[in-house]
């Protein structure tokens, strides 16, 4: 539902538009309507609007585009991470464990779960989502928990390519994943995904993989370069995937490719904490002239998180990124990572015609996101012009 009637957010302490070019303002102004943003200036020339909004000097900014999560999923891991916390390595065997509880839940079940973590990111300030599918990995379950994406996710994607189930061989899943199971998921998926990784798909499988998802007209992402140099970054480039994501082993070629292309890295630090894995190199990343994407990976597994500000603060904390390069990864980033960055239906930046989609932290400007860590500063958000309730 769009609003039709003008509201003004006026006394913003610090506007963080991510309009190219543009950087922190001061004492400013944003006018909505219909869902879209009409005017933005300084709040002392703001014009007339139906309902005013003082935010009192505090600071908006885009909301978070999460790029990157696994929601369609039952049960609870919490064992195996107190496992890693004890030493055991991560391996991603436990999708296994997921993938049963998955299929045992009912629809509603899992529609309920995915319901759940959505408010709690929204709430938080993720205003566009991506989610996969990947604990089904049999055609009826990738079906339904597609269908059941597409109904409260922004952007779906096919993740058929998780890993092998148990009690199939590899080359039958292949074609079932690239033949039928496409098929059945192909109404509700714009992308298609891999975990391209030693213990899940080679580059060669990975490869099959996208190309069957191309030709099906969906866009390509990679899990790639996580747990070792699997070939995934470099898979994603020749294909020119919209994203490749983890991304934590990067080998100098891999940089200089990711350098030269189009493909997005996309970072999940959340992740690389709950596994213990180093931290993607996001600054070595960034400064050979990479695009970088923060997301949140919310996931049972290596990911119980659907906090954007967490992943943003542990990236300026630890991944030494400046706080402008972190909300810029966490918005524009994350839009360019889901090629929804341009055009009417661009989201992660505020532009004059383009979605009001935004978020209010009670604070003065955005360096209190890392400088008060683990603090949730997100206090109202606003989807296509319309106030959520909290
Ligand atoms: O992105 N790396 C592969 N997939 C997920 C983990 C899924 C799981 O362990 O359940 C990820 O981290």
Redesign the pocket.
């Known amino acids: 539902m769009t609003i039709e009637t003008s509201e003004l957010i006026t006394d913003i302490g610090e506007l963080t538009t991510q309009a190219d070019g543009e950087p922190r303002r001061p004492d400013r102004a944003v006018l909505m309507q219909g869902g879209r943003i009409r005017w933005i200036g300084s709040a002392a020339n703001a014009p007339a609007a139906d309902t005013r909004v003082s935010v009192g000097g505090r600071a908006v900014l885009p909301g978070w585009v999460d790029s990157?999560t696994?929601l369609l999923?039952a049960g609870d891991?919490s064992a195996?991470f107190e496992a890693r916390m004890q030493g055991q390595p991560?391996a991603?065997?436990?999708?296994r464990?997921?993938v049963e509880a998955t299929r045992a839940a009912t629809e509603a079940e899992l529609e309920s779960n995915l319901r759940r973590l959505g408010a709690e990111a929204l709430a938080q300030g993720t205003t566009f989502l991506e989610t996969k599918t990947?604990?089904g990995l049999d055609v009826d379950s990738e079906a339904r928990t597609a269908r059941i994406g597409a109904r409260h996710a922004d952007v779906v994607s096919f993740?058929g390519a998780?890993?092998v189930p148990d009690g199939i061989d590899v080359r039958d899943y292949l074609d079932l994943v690239t033949g039928p199971m496409l098929t059945a998921v192909r109404p509700w998926v714009s992308f298609i995904d891999v975990?391209c990784?030693n213990g899940?798909f080679d580059v060669e499988q990975s490869r099959e993989v996208l190309l069957a998802g191309r030709t099906a007209g969906l866009g390509l992402r990679v899990?790639g370069n996580?747990?070792g140099h699997g070939g995934g970054i470099a898979l994603a480039v020749e294909l020119g995937a919209a994203s490749v994501?983890?991304c934590n082993v990067v080998s100098p070629a891999d940089l200089a490719a990711l350098a030269a292309s189009g493909t997005v890295a996309t970072v999940?630090p959340a992740?690389d904490l709950s596994?213990r894995q180093p931290l993607a190199p996001a600054r070595r990343l960034l400064d050979a002239g990479v695009t970088v994407a923060i997301a949140t990976?919310c996931?049972?597994?290596?990911?119980y998180t659907t906090s954007m500000q967490f992943c943003v603060a542990t990236a300026v904390l630890q991944m030494e990124l400046t706080v402008e390069e972190a909300v810029w990864a966490a918005t524009r980033g994350g839009a360019q990572a889901l090629q929804r960055d341009t055009g009417p239906d661009a989201v992660g930046s505020l532009v004059v015609g383009g979605r009001a989609d935004l978020q209010v932290l009670d604070a003065p400007s955005v360096a209190h996101l890392a400088y008060r860590p683990g603090v949730p500063l997100t206090i109202a958000v606003w989807q296509h012009g319309q106030r959520m309730p909290r």
């Not at 991603?92 to 999708?95: E, F, M, T, W, Y």
């Not at 996931?299 to 990911?303: D, K, L, R, V």
């Open positions: 990157h696994h999923f891991r195996e991560y991603a065997g436990g999708i464990q997921t990947g604990y993740l998780h890993v975990f990784e899940a899990h996580q747990l994501d983890h999940l992740c596994t990976n996931n049972p597994g290596t990911s």
